[in-house]
């Protein structure tokens, strides 16, 4: 064998390694593709499950607001209602000491 077929087993070799190279990237590229679009699938699943729990959450915050609105009416209510207690009460004490004023001066008399 001469230095032409040395050369050319070496030009052969050397294509072989780059077509050989080049499938292996080829796969590499479409394991990457593939890859990219699962976490592209998944990505959009994710973004329809934030939108569904966006909705639910908008919902829940209508609901929490009727009922700090509701609660708010209860406080002012139980406001008043303390408010009609505590004169209720002083009444009360009024009209015992006057009771207790009539029977000590009918005990007296």
């Known amino acids: 064998m001469n230095l032409n077929g ?3 087993i070496l ?3 050397a294509i072989s390694i ?8 080829t796969k590499l590229d479409k394991r990457m ?10 990505l959009e699943e994710s973004d329809r499950m934030i939108k569904v729990l966006d909705e639910h959450i908008i919902e829940l ?3 929490i607001t009727r009922l700090d609105k509701q609660m ?3 406080d002012e209510r139980i406001d008043e209602l303390n408010g009609q ?3 209720y009460s002083e009444e009360i004490k009024t009209l015992n ?4 004023t009539k029977l000590k001066s009918s005990f007296s008399d």
């Open 33 to 42: 593709d593939k890859h990219i679009n699962d976490t592209n699938v998944r």
């Open 61 to 63: 915050n209508k609901h």
């Open 85 to 87: 207690m505590i004169k």
């Open 18 to 25: 780059e077509l050989y190279a080049l499938y292996n990237h």
């Open 6 to 8: 040395y050369l050319e």
């Open 72 to 74: 708010n009416k209860m």
């Open 97 to 100: 000491k006057i009771n207790n």
């Open 11 to 13: 030009v052969l070799a």
